[in-house]
Each structure stands twice: as C-alpha cells, then as structure tokens.
C-alpha cells in the first residue's frame, strides 16, 4: 500500500473513502466536533443528524460507514469510534486504523484517504497510523487462490502536520516489517524447513544491508552446541543458526552490543514427548520468535540505531524420529553444561541455550530472547501479555518502557531464585522441565543457567504470536509481536559505553 501525506483541502482529495474517528461524548463536547464537525460542515450536517439519532456513538472501533454523501467528492465516509478521549493514545490510533482498513477492504474499496484529527496530526500520529494501515492491510491468505479481500492500494493522509514525514517513513518500515515476521510465522513447516528459513533471512539481509552468516549443521557440530544437535537429532531436516549483524555507522570502543535471539523450530511435533494430534498444526509458528528478531532487524537495517545488534537465530524442527532423542538423555550445550532431557518437548529452551551462549561469544552486552516457549505463560496470561523474565531490574524496565511505547502489551513475571531449584538434576547440572508449578518461570530460569553475568530479558511469546480468530483490526494467524518492542530497544539505546 502506498501511503503519503496529502496536503491539499479535504474536499478535493479523490479518493474511494474518507475515514476519521470520533470520540464518545463528553459532558459539553459531542462526537462530532473539531476535525470532523469541518467534514460535518461540507456534507450538511449528515453526520451530526447521524450521532444525535443514536447511531454514531464514539464506542471504540464502532464502525458508521456513509455512502454519498452531499457536499463531498468521496463516495464514502467512515467514522471510526475511538472510545473515551481520555483512554486514546497510540495504541487505539494505530488498532482503529488498522480496523478501518479491514473494513474498507471487505468492501472492495481501493484509495483510502484518513484524516488526522486536530490533536494527533505530528509524527507519532502518523507513525501509529501508518503502521495500524499497513498492519490491517495484511492477510495471511498467500496460498488461497480465490482471495476474498484485496488490499488497498493507496491511503493519504490529511489533516497532518509536515513534520509528520518521518513518522511515515517510520511508520511504514515498522509496519512492512511486522507483517513480513507474520508472514514467515504463518508458512507451513513443509515450505519453511530451516534451510529454507535461513535462505528468506540471508535474502532479507542482503535487501536490507545487514551482515549474514548461516550456520550448517556442520559448523554448528564443530562449535560443539550440542544441546540445538540434541533436537535436531530427530529430523531430516538440518539445522541452522542465522546469524544477522547490524553495525552503525561509528561504533564506540567498549560500547553496548545488543544480542537479539530468536527461538525458530519449524515445526514442533514434542519429539519423542509427542504432542497430541489436536491443534498440533499450529506448532508450525513455533518459529516466531527467531521471527521477530528477523522483522526487527530488518526494520533496524533501515532506522539505522547508534548501536550494534546481533541476532541469533537457531533454527530446526523437533521430530520423533528413529536417531531422535529420548526423555532421560544427557547431552552437553555449547557452553559445557550438561542437560538432563526430562522431555523433549521442552526442546525450545534446549536451542535457545546455545543461541545464548553463542551471542555472547559474538560479544553481545545486553541480550534478549524472543521464543514461544511454554504453555503455562498461555495459562497465566492468555493471548492478552507477553510474559516478560528478566535477570537485570534496569534492563527489564527498559524493554518494558520500549514495549508500553510500541503498544505491545507485556507483563513482568517473577524470576526468584527459589523457581532454580526446580530444575536441579541428580545426574547432570540442570534438567530441562522444572515439574507441575511455575512452567514459564521455570523454563526462564533455564535460559538464565547460560546468561551468566550478561543482563537479559526473556520474552514468552507463547499467547501473543498467533490469533486463533480474525479480530477486527488482524487478520488470523501470525501477530508480528515483539517486532515492534524490539525496533524500540535498539533506536532508544544509549550507545555509551556503561560507566565503570
Ligand atoms: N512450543 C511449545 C510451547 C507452546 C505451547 C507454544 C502452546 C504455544 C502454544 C514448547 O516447545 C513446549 O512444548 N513446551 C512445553 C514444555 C513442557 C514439556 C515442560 C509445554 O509448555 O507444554
Ligand atoms: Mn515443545
Ligand atoms: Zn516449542
């Protein structure tokens, strides 16, 4: 979709449909006033006479759609409610834009044209309203061949201030990068093989500018991450770890280096700890989080933050297959810790172990991990909060301001040194299930066994990276979440290094 601003009066803007929002009432103020009273003005009054029959309400994403109205070129208007003034921020900007779109769409509607209302017209407006365009502009329909929905091919946006640009600009890399995460969360595992996922990264990467290594199953035996190898065991399918560099233009001696790793099993069948047939063919987005790191590099190589991000993406399936192994296996991670394999459906702290280990290896500072990793943080927070882990209190606030900024709702877990004791071994140093209580924090502590002193947050993204239902502003499937969280940590980042 093209999006652009338009500075040219309302009423001559050509376009298929004018879409603005309207607040609920407040004592003195009605819902048609500042921005769209004007609209209100051209068109007769139509759409006062609409609110003050009961019709348009201002409830968050209520949708009035108004065809031909007198006054205008446009052959439609669509309110879009926003809820209370005083609950609206960028969240609910970008969510109604991205509803409007799905709307407009469903309805064939090719040129959209919104207009800003008189309190968000500057760049953070814009930005959330790009990305929410182009967020509900996607649909995870690639393989359909008699697609119901077309997307909209051009929205300008009036009523915007000039300095509004760089959040278009901004708006618009967010939003192509979340959506190509959704994308690659929503491929089936046939067509997304780690082989095939490594070679979409290196081709993202060589589009983008950012360095890439893709690791064979070769190199990783020789650099001995025994504990991703462990999984892989079970498959036909090789390994691969995806190794993406972002370098800014002036890099500090001794500065920050942020390491970003992504959990990417293709498909998780449990292995030998087989998961039930039911739902099962949803394992195949148990790659979104080495999906996110890939989104949010590929925003990053072209916001270009001061300081250097490293992504780590160790990539396999988890297969029960003949050499697979098997519940009570001891392997040796990359950093020389031994593992006993209580279940080898535990498999994604198993990868994510090495990806660590070897991100801090390549000099990360400051590390974050994206997996969906465990069921228990669906039972504790739905499809509603990432659970967020972290083993540094100034580290996990500050990816919890870049995740508030971004609008991605994320909550802090406990992380106490008590949940440790859970994943003892009376045969090695750890195990790989930590028993019946505390499943999320039990699996963050495991990732934390091979942190040591780097701080590091953990995101489980296990309720969050996939929508079982259409909503009205996405589409089923992928969510692209964390994407944007990430792009926020690394542009807001002091590249200093940290003082002694
Ligand atoms: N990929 C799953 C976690 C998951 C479950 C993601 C449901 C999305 C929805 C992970 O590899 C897994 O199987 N975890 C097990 C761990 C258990 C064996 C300790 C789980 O949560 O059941
Ligand atoms: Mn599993
Ligand atoms: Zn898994």
Request: overall charge neutral; glycine content about 10%; proline content about 5%.
């Amino acid at each position: 979709m093209q999006i652009q601003l338009d500075s040219r009066p309302l009423a001559q803007v050509e376009t298929d449909a004018l879409v603005s929002y309207v607040f609920e009432p407040e004592k003195d103020l009605q819902a048609i006033e500042g921005a769209v009273a004007q609209l209100d003005q051209a068109v007769g009054g139509a759409l006062a006479r609409l609110a003050a029959s009961g019709e348009v309400t201002g409830k968050m994403l209520e949708m009035t759609l108004v065809h031909f109205a007198p006054g205008i070129a446009a052959p439609r208007i669509l309110l879009v409610g926003a809820g209370k003034r005083e609950k609206f921020g960028t969240p609910e900007l970008r969510k109604l834009a991205a509803a409007a779109v799905r709307h407009l769409k469903a309805r064939s509607v090719k040129r959209i044209a919104f207009l800003a209302r008189e309190s968000d017209r500057g760049p953070a407006a814009a930005q959330a309203v790009t990305e929410g365009l182009m967020l509900g502009n996607f649909d995870g329909d690639k393989y359909r061949t008699d697609k119901k929905d077309r997307p909209v091919e051009s929205a300008a946006l009036v009523g915007f201030e000039a300095a509004a640009q760089p959040g278009v600009d901004r708006g618009r890399i967010i939003g192509e990068s979340q959506n190509f995460t959704r994308e690659l969360g929503n491929e089936p595992s046939n067509l997304l093989t780690p082989t095939l996922l490594a070679e979409r990264a290196a081709a993202m990467a060589r589009g983008a500018g950012l360095e890439v290594d893709v690791l064979d199953e070769k190199r990783i035996a020789q650099l001995n991450m025994g504990a991703l190898l462990s999984v892989a065991r079970g498959s036909a399918e090789p390994p691969r770890v995806i190794v993406l560099t972002y370098t800014p233009e002036k890099v500090t001696p001794g500065a920050p280096v942020l390491g970003l790793v992504g959990k990417a099993i293709t498909f998780d069948t449990g292995g030998i700890s087989i998961k039930p047939a039911n739902d099962m063919e949803k394992m195949k987005f148990d790659m979104a989080g080495g999906a996110a790191v890939l989104g949010a590099m590929r925003a990053l190589a072209r916001l270009k933050p001061s300081i250097k991000v490293i992504a780590v993406i160790p990539s396999t399936e988890n297969m029960p297959g003949g050499r697979a192994q098997k519940p009570g296996d001891v392997q040796i991670a990359m950093s020389g810790k031994s593992i006993e394999v209580i279940n080898t459906d535990a498999e994604g702290r198993l990868v994510l172990s090495d990806g660590i280990n070897y991100a801090k290896q390549l000099g990360a500072t400051h590390l974050v991990d994206a997996a969906t990793l465990t069921g228990a943080i669906v039972v504790a927070l739905g499809n509603v909060n990432t659970g967020v882990f972290g083993s540094d209190a100034a580290f996990t606030e500050r990816v919890l301001a870049s995740a508030r900024r971004a609008g991605e709702k994320m909550w802090h877990m406990p992380l106490d040194d008590d949940y440790r004791e859970q994943i003892k071994s009376t045969i090695a140093d750890i195990q790989n299930v930590g028993g019946r209580g505390a499943g999320a924090s039990t699996a963050a502590w495991f990732l934390r066994e091979f942190t040591g002193d780097t701080p590091w947050v953990h995101l489980d993204i296990a309720g969050t990276a996939w929508l079982d239902d259409a909503k009205p502003w996405a589409g089923k499937g992928g969510t692209g979440v964390a994407v944007r969280t990430l792009v926020d940590l690394a542009m807001t980042f002091d590249p200093r290094p940290a003082a002694k």
